[in-house]
């Protein structure tokens, strides 16, 4: 069984830093892309960065409104991606999920959902 663990979120102020971390807990996995994304209350969800083509080859992608503030990386080894949050603004505040795909596993998985509340 493969769940991703997500970790980090919180409360931060305007302009302020905050780093997200997933983390893939299981066995006998290979993963084929790991990404962010996010849902704020009445919008739909959406991409904010992520390896989306390959985990191990690719280059990262983002959404327009976070690019030059936010940083995504990865650790082969830990199996784990990590989103790195500076400048934070409050219209960033949402709830934030890990998402990953496997190679021959049915999904996408979503983690549980972090919330990061950005105050002005």
């Known amino acids: 069984q493969v769940q991703l663990v997500e970790s980090g979120g919180g409360v931060v102020q305007t302009g302020g830093s905050l780093r997200l971390s997933c983390t893939v807990a299981?066995?006998?996995?290979?993963?084929?892309?790991m990404a962010w994304y996010r849902q704020a209350p009445g919008e739909q969800r959406e991409l904010v960065a992520g390896f989306t083509r390959s985990y191990v080859g690719s280059s990262a992608v983002y959404a327009d409104s976070v690019k030059g503030r936010f940083t995504i990386s990865k650790d082969f080894a830990k199996n784990a991606v990590f989103l790195q949050m500076n400048h934070v603004k409050p219209e960033d505040t949402a709830i934030y999920y890990c998402?990953?795909?496997?190679?021959?596993?049915?999904?996408?998985?979503w983690g549980q959902g972090t919330q990061i509340t950005v105050s002005s």
């Open positions: 998402n990953a795909a496997f190679h021959d596993l049915p999904g996408p998985y």
């Open positions: 299981g066995s006998g996995f290979s993963i084929d892309a």
